[in-house]
């Protein structure tokens, strides 16, 4: 099914998503995307939407199943405490990207803005994913609770730094993973960067063979021929000792 | 001494209304002996009277019946509304020179007419009238607008209603449609304007009782721009009605239930579609609730409506002679202008009655 | 080194009859037997009265420890106890419950107008007395369409409201912060009055599922456990933005608080901290408040009104016009007085406004802007009986909220210990032998018994006011008259002296 999207707004094109969806519609095709927000946000079922444009911001919010593909870049909020599915992004995203998700997988091609990944958390056996294929701006992975954040820094300019500055403050949970590793200045104090071990980088690799699976890119043993550096938080109470009674 | 309320007005009262749905007319000194008989329930400080269709020749200008204080603000009321509309006719209301009414002010009437091109942007002629009208009402110190509609007029003043009948000369007067008021005002400053009926465009309200909710009947007009400055009920009374039945256009029966609405539990056992609209109306027109003791006459070009509160704290009567719609505090009233109704009875509280002028060829 | 005197001290007198009741119920660990006698730790005791209310004997006293200072105004001996606390440990002083400082209470400079003779009283006992509120936003017009029969029916849409048979709903306190059997009761309560209950920012505990319908779920910048089941199980849902106790910053349930239970409920890894950062991360300015709201009605395909909880702050007021500008259906101003499970000692005592001050300028400012229909108003943050929601609702609420007296009506004590985990009266604990102690049964008899003798004295007043219907009280100003208040803060509240 294709919805053409041109002049609609978004209440309009999300009722008609909704109600495709509540039909049966198990793919839909959106075209002509343009800022329309809050696509994909409460859906709960395991249907397909490719977006062709650049939607709103809080794409794929509250969602639990969908998979989602924009075949460009996505604002704001993408994914915001979203609950699964997955969100495949081919361009490069906005800011707080994956805030407080807690299933589910997002996908950015190229790079993210401040505040990815903040607050993701995880919960027994529900572990969210997030694969950066570019840069992260500042404060990446802030007060990260749990779940996995993979930054591989391959679509960038040589000069930027793979991410901003402090990553990871306030991360009580969760693992960070950085190709090519950080400055110890640009990470959080209560975060610990460790080396990665061979069991941890298989790990790795079928995340990152997921995302090349996504955007069609072969090279997947040159990616991992680059050393990882992980990034833990070296307590679950950062601020244990900051309180009297 | 021609002060204004500085708190709110408490008064008790006496109402009465006639109209003949054929819009034959009735002289004025049918009403006055009405109204008379409820002596009792007036105490000398405020009566008054609106009557519809006295001005046939004038009939399609905006009569303003206008109370100065002085020349001076006369002067320059004036001046306003020769900038703002064309005067047709201007004149002194007559009155009995023999008669003395305490603090007397100059009483006039000007026939005014409005251009199109007078009238801003976005308003309707009426919605440019109750700006002028609120205007002088609020900014020019001394001036006070009695009546604002076409082919009616409202006259008040301080004294027993019989007396400032005398003083009007109503017995003069022919219209299809009165209403009157005898106030018994316990706090009043001897003003004019503060007497009843309250007016505005065609609209005139004579009200008796006392309104609890009046703080925040006002406070919820003052959010729709309507400035209530008497402090009295009537004034309240009169910019819901216009602002629900004119700017919400909302169908009659609902504004005026909108005053007095079902209480919930008969709400709770209506069929859906009534449930519905009742329990939204109340959502919404909550604030318009005129709650505690009232009975109300409103009157309009076409039509004259009585209704009570929602328990019936102050009585309303209304009668009926052949085309002749009768209404009163006390029966008394209606018996003395007519000795043998065709029906008389008391209506539920909070269900509106209605008298309407029957279309004319 | 030791500088403190205790606070109370705990006397057992002669008539003691070393039953041990007491030891076992003091949760503080203040007593012990020792010697054929009950000995106390008056350190340890936090005057929460648990044993003078079970001892048998009424053997067992509480007393304020005579430590006598030297006078001064200045040098307080709470400030010198704070200072040592600090000394000692180099941390902030975390406390409990509310702000309990002698700042002015404005509820208590007011009073209510009644009628005499022009217009008449109503007797609540005979006549229909209508307390009935609903919350949501409203249009500021209806339009009806109106049948050849003469019949009429709604065209306005309307959007979703909450329906309230009382105008007191019950304010946020999450589980984590008080036990699961305080939020049964709530929501108990809740449903047996036709009134509402708030889950805090803690999740929605499984057991109370069967309430939702009086539920209000809130989605606090932690989101913890908020997921779509849990934003489809409510009448409404309320985005946290602050709390009048601890306006301006997050929260922190610490990780020894994280049980199993409220593991599942919040959906972290039990014993890890539980943080709500101090600002939602996807709000950082007014308009991205309206795409949160939007976000979470697109979530809810429009069903719920989606309320929006702020603290009292200085300025308030423009606050509250952005926030209802921004879609919110609701807006809940929570006073300074406001109680918490745990904040830091400096922020509950020195940050935010009262609500009455704030309630009354919120009101006045949605009017002056023509947009006071679009969001019901709810006060909370030092509601203490119906005199107080009374006046809130004189000042402008639609409805009040009430946190601390509902825990009072279960138990509390105010002994400001919420922060410890250990309240003896099983309401901010997760301690399951304490929880046990507040019976879920006669704490919604309790609960239900006070909400319905506030509903008798509000109709009361109501009559005594000669209005039969809450909305006629609302926003009427003109009935409240203030006592011992300068010109400013009556021009403030928007009444006037009394006297005229
Ligand atoms: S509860 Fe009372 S009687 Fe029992 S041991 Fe304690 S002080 Fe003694
Ligand atoms: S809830 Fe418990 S700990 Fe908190 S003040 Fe009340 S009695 Fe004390």
């Known amino acids: ?245 | 001494m021609f002060k204004r309320a500085e708190t709110k007005d408490i008064s008790g009262c006496a109402v009465v209304g006639i109209m003949n749905e054929k819009g034959k007319t009735i002289r004025g000194d049918v009403i006055t002996s009405a109204i008379a008989v409820m002596h009792e329930r007036s105490n000398g400080l405020g009566g008054g009277f609106a009557a519809y269709g006295i001005y046939p020749e004038f009939k399609d200008y905006y009569a303003f019946h206008i109370m100065f204080e002085d020349e001076g603000v006369k002067d320059s009321v004036e001046t306003f509304l020769q900038d703002s509309m064309v005067v047709v006719k201007s004149e002194a209301i007559p009155i009995r020179k023999k008669m003395s009414l305490a603090n007397t002010p100059i009483l006039w009437r000007y026939f005014l007419e409005v251009p199109k091109s007078k009238i801003p942007a976005g308003f309707s002629e009426e919605d440019f009238i109750v700006s002028v009208v609120m205007r002088i009402n609020t900014r020019f110190n001394g001036a006070f607008i009695f009546s604002s509609g076409k082919n009616m007029g409202i006259f008040k003043g301080l004294g027993y209603p019989e007396d400032v009948s005398r003083f009007f000369r109503l017995e003069e007067y022919e219209a299809y449609l009165w209403t009157a008021h005898g106030r018994f005002p316990t706090n009043t400053p001897g003003w004019w304007g503060g007497a009843h009926p309250f007016g505005l465009l065609d609209w005139a309200v004579v009200h008796n009782g006392e309104i609890s909710s009046y703080g925040i009947n006002k406070r919820y007009l003052e959010m729709f721009g309507y400035e209530c400055t008497l402090m009295t009920d009537t004034e309240v009374i009169v910019y819901m009605l216009d602002l629900l039945l004119r700017k919400h256009n909302l169908p009659q029966d609902i504004a005026l239930t909108a005053l007095a609405p079902p209480f919930w539990k008969e709400i709770d056992e209506m069929d859906k579609n009534k449930k519905e609209a009742m329990t939204a109306l109340r959502m919404v027109y909550g604030s318009a609730l005129l709650n505690g003791p009232f009975s109300i006459i409103i009157s309009s070009t076409s039509s004259m409506i009585g209704m009570t509160d929602r328990i019936m704290l102050r009585p309303l009567v209304v009668a009926r002679k052949q085309d002749t719609v009768y209404m009163s505090s006390e029966e008394s009233a209606i018996r003395e202008v007519c000795q043998d109704p065709d029906e008389v009875w008391s209506p539920q509280g909070g269900e509106p009655v209605y008298a309407r002028l029957e279309e004319r060829a | 080194m030791r500088m403190m005197p205790p606070e109370f001290m705990v006397k057992i007198s002669d008539s003691c009859i070393k039953c041990k009741r007491c030891i076992n119920e003091c949760s503080f660990g203040a007593l012990r037997f020792e010697n054929d006698r009950v000995v106390a730790d008056h350190d340890k005791c936090a005057a929460c009265h648990r044993c003078t209310a079970f001892c048998p004997a009424h053997a067992i006293t509480v007393e304020k420890f005579p430590a006598i200072f030297k006078d001064n105004y200045l040098w307080s001996q709470d400030v010198l106890k704070s200072l040592w606390k600090q000394s000692e440990s180099g941390a902030k002083i975390l406390t409990g419950a509310g702000n309990d400082k002698p700042y002015p209470v404005f509820w208590d400079k007011m009073l209510l107008d009644a009628c005499q003779v022009t217009n008449p009283s109503i007797d609540p006992l005979r006549e229909p007395m209508e307390l009935r509120t609903y919350l949501g936003k409203k249009p500021d017009k209806l339009e009806f369409w109106q049948d050849k029969k003469g019949d009429i029916k709604l065209t306005t849409v309307m959007e979703p409201q909450i329906k309230l048979e009382t105008p007191i709903i019950f304010a946020g306190m999450s589980y984590g912060a008080v036990s699961l059997n305080v939020q049964l009761i709530l929501a108990g309560a809740a449903r047996e009055l036709g009134t509402i209950m708030n889950t805090g920012e803690g999740g929605l505990p499984q057991e109370l599922s069967e309430y939702k319908d009086h539920i209000v779920v809130q989605c606090a910048s932690g989101r913890f456990g908020i997921n779509l089941s849990y934003l489809n199980s409510c009448a409404a849902i309320e985005i946290k933005i602050g709390q009048g106790a601890k306006p301006g910053i997050g929260g922190h349930l610490p990780g020894e608080k994280v049980t199993e239970e409220i593991s599942r409920t919040r959906r972290i890894p039990s014993g890890t901290d539980a943080i709500s950062p101090a600002p939602h991360h996807d709000i950082y300015s007014i308009e991205d408040l309206r795409q949160l709201i939007y976000a979470l009605k697109e979530a809810t395909r429009y069903k719920k009104p989606v309320g929006v909880k702020i603290a009292a702050v200085h300025n308030v007021a423009a606050i509250a016009s952005g926030v209802v500008r921004a879609g919110a259906d609701m807006i809940t101003i929570d006073g300074f007085r406001g109680g918490t499970g745990a904040a830091p000692q400096v922020i509950r005592d020195h940050v935010g406004i009262p609500i009455e001050l704030a309630l009354a300028r919120v009101d006045e400012q949605l009017r002056r802007e023509g947009i006071r229909h679009m969001a019901s108003i709810i006060a909370s943050g030092g509601i203490r009986q119906s005199a107080d929601v009374l006046k809130a609702i004189a000042l402008g609420a639609d409805a009040v909220a009430i946190g601390t007296a509902a825990l009072v009506s279960m138990g509390c004590h105010l002994c400001q210990k919420c922060h410890t985990g250990l309240c003896a009266w099983g309401i901010a604990t997760q301690k399951p032998e304490l929880i046990k102690r507040l019976n879920v049964e006669e704490g919604i008899k309790r609960l239900v018994n006070m909400i319905k003798a506030w509903n008798l004295e509000i109709k009361e007043i109501l009559g005594a006011l000669g209005v039969n219907s809450i909305e006629s009280l609302r926003g009427s100003r003109e009935r409240l008259r203030g006592v011992d208040m300068d010109e400013v803060y009556l021009d403030v509240l928007g009444i006037k002296p009394a006297g005229r």
């Open chain 1, 1 to 245: 099914m294709k919805i053409d999207a041109k002049g609609l707004n978004y209440r309009e094109l999300n009722e008609r998503i909704h109600d495709a969806v509540s039909n049966g519609v198990e793919e839909i095709d959106l075209v002509n995307v343009l800022g329309q927000r809050y696509i994909g946000t409460g859906l709960d079922r395991e249907v397909t939407l490719n977006i062709y444009g650049t939607p709103g911001s809080d794409l794929g919010a509250f969602m639990d199943g969908p998979i989602i593909n924009v075949f460009g870049s996505g604002q704001d909020d993408i994914g915001n405490t979203m609950n699964g599915g997955s969100i495949i992004i081919h361009g490069d995203a906005g800011n707080v990207a994956g805030l407080s998700m807690r299933t589910g997988k997002i996908f950015i091609k190229g790079s993210v803005g401040y505040r990815a990944g903040i607050h993701m958390k995880a919960y027994q056996d529900q572990c969210p994913v997030m694969v950066v294929g570019g840069r992260a701006g500042d404060f990446l992975g802030e007060y990260m609770a749990g779940g996995k954040l993979i930054l591989l820094g391959i679509f960038k300019k040589e000069k930027d730094p793979v991410a901003g500055r402090y990553i990871a403050t306030g991360m009580h949970g969760g693992v960070i993973y950085v190709r090519g590793g950080v400055n110890k200045n640009q990470v959080g104090k209560d975060v610990a960067v460790e080396e990665v071990d061979n069991e941890e980088k298989a790990e790795i690799k079928s995340e990152v063979e997921e995302f090349c699976r996504h955007f069609g890119i072969t090279r997947i043993d040159d990616i991992m021929a680059s050393p990882f550096v992980k990034l833990l938080p070296k307590s679950s109470r950062p601020y244990g000792k900051l309180y009297a009674y």
